[in-house]
């Protein structure tokens, strides 16, 4: 990490190709026996050399708008690999898709239906679909992230949807595969997700009955990670897995599912560097080079991430505990309270863990900070997968009017 550090500068995301590797397996593996498709949620992580590698493995992507369908597409994942999710999909970004191949859209709506139809038919294609569901159950997760009960703005409430599915059918523009259903993320409870799961097989019978051609269900992601080691574990992709195959399995369905977190969150860390130990009434604050512009997830949602120091100190090194803050001129700007930490030197390295998912996507340039790099390990080696912007050109990105 040092010499990455050295060459790079911090902060900077890293990701591990060996980790990424192996939770797409997992989920792949939880799945064997049924026909299958595991799409990442590249909202999750969308570096391009991430998503190609994924891709090189067999994954099928989520994607939720069109800039996402088109890094998908330029990492060279075909269309009939990408289902395009999200509730405000324009027509512009439905053209792309459908003009550039896809698997199927994930219609959130009625108006978002009629919209399908209509730009379908104007490109004398049919668009291949799966009505989201909402199917009101509670996933026991942070508030801003929960997507499954009635009160959010996800999908069709399920007690109505056969309406939808009805005029659906009447399209001419519209090929109705399957269902979909999303209930939230960083769920640590396999329950919610049997509940979900649950109702969505009794609505392929009830569609069936009504003379749908169900053949495809896709049925989100959501599996949580274990963000702090002294924490209990979340469930494991192959008792995921084996709830699919209790609830759907004898549907003879197709499954895909959207994993995000579990692929990326644990394959990458933000290594970070300390710019002052300061001294505070009643505290210590450990000033980091990193910053909620960097990593938002602490700021956003309260998010806890565990931060060590690269370099682990001896056994039996003094600790004390300290606010680990940013330099970003927020209060908000915190990453941890009272945290016990070895005693560090400016300029030492600490690690941010479980930062590959939700991380580096949701980084901006507040306060003016460029854009945080991500670097790419595998065994001995490792790539910049995304340089840190110079000062110039984050400078000339603005333009300034000819009449200033
Ligand atoms: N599919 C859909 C339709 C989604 O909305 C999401 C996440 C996923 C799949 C992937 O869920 P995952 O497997 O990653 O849990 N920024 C927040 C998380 C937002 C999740 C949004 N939707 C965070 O940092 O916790």
Redesign the pocket.
């Known amino acids: 990490m040092t010499d990455i550090a050295a060459a790079v500068g911090t902060p900077f995301y890293v990701y591990s190709a060996a980790t990424l590797t192996r939770h797409f397996r997992l989920f792949d593996e939880a799945l064997d026996g049924m026909p299958h498709l595991v799409c990442f949620?590249m909202?999750?992580n969308s570096n391009l050399a991430v998503l190609k590698l994924l891709g090189d493995l067999g994954a099928g992507i989520?994607v939720?708008s069109g800039g996402e369908y088109r890094k998908a597409r330029a990492a060279g994942v075909p269309g009939e690999r990408i289902v395009f999710?999200g509730v405000g999909k324009t027509r512009e970004e439905m053209r792309l898709a459908l003009e550039g191949g896809i698997r199927q859209f994930?219609v959130e709506s009625e108006p978002e239906l009629d919209a399908l139809n209509e730009v379908a038919l104007s490109l004398g294609l049919r668009a291949p679909i799966a009505l989201r569901v909402n199917p009101d159950v509670d996933a026991k997760t942070?508030a801003?992230?929960a997507?499954g009960k009635s009160e959010n703005k996800f999908g069709i409430p399920i007690a109505t949807c056969r309406e939808a599915y009805a005029r659906a059918a009447k399209m001419d523009g519209i090929d109705v595969v399957g269902i979909d259903v999303?209930i939230g993320?960083?769920?640590t409870q396999l329950e919610p997700f049997e509940q979900a799961f649950t109702k969505v097989a009794d609505l392929t019978e009830a569609l069936r009955e009504d003379g749908h051609d169900i053949r495809r269900l896709d049925l989100?992601?959501?599996?949580?990670i274990p963000y702090e080691r002294s924490n209990e574990m979340p469930p494991l992709p192959v008792e995921y897995g084996d709830v699919i195959r209790r609830t759907v399995g004898h549907l003879g369905c197709e499954i895909e599912i959207?994993?995000?977190?579990?692929i990326s969150g644990n394959a990458g860390i933000l290594v970070s560097s300390l710019i002052y130990l300061k001294h505070g009434e009643g505290r210590d604050f450990l000033i980091l080079d990193a910053a909620m512009n960097d990593l938002v997830?602490p700021s956003?949602?309260d998010?806890h991430h565990d931060i060590v120091p690269v370099i682990e100190p001896a056994a039996g090194a003094e600790q004390s505990t300290y606010d680990i803050v940013g330099p970003v001129c927020e209060t908000g700007d915190t990453f941890a309270k009272g945290r016990a930490m070895p005693l560090l030197a400016e300029g030492d390295l600490v690690a941010f863990r479980s930062a590959g998912?939700?991380g580096a996507v949701?980084a901006s340039e507040y306060n003016s900070r460029p854009l945080v790099p991500e670097v790419m390990v595998s065994g001995d080696q490792f790539a910049v997968i995304r340089p840190r912007p110079t000062f110039d050109e984050m400078i000339n990105r603005d333009t300034i009017p000819v009449w200033l």
């Open positions: 949620a909202k999750s989520d939720v999710s994930n942070h801003k992230i997507t999303h993320s960083q769920l989100g992601g959501g599996l949580g959207e994993p995000g977190r579990l997830r956003m949602y998010a998912a939700y949701m």
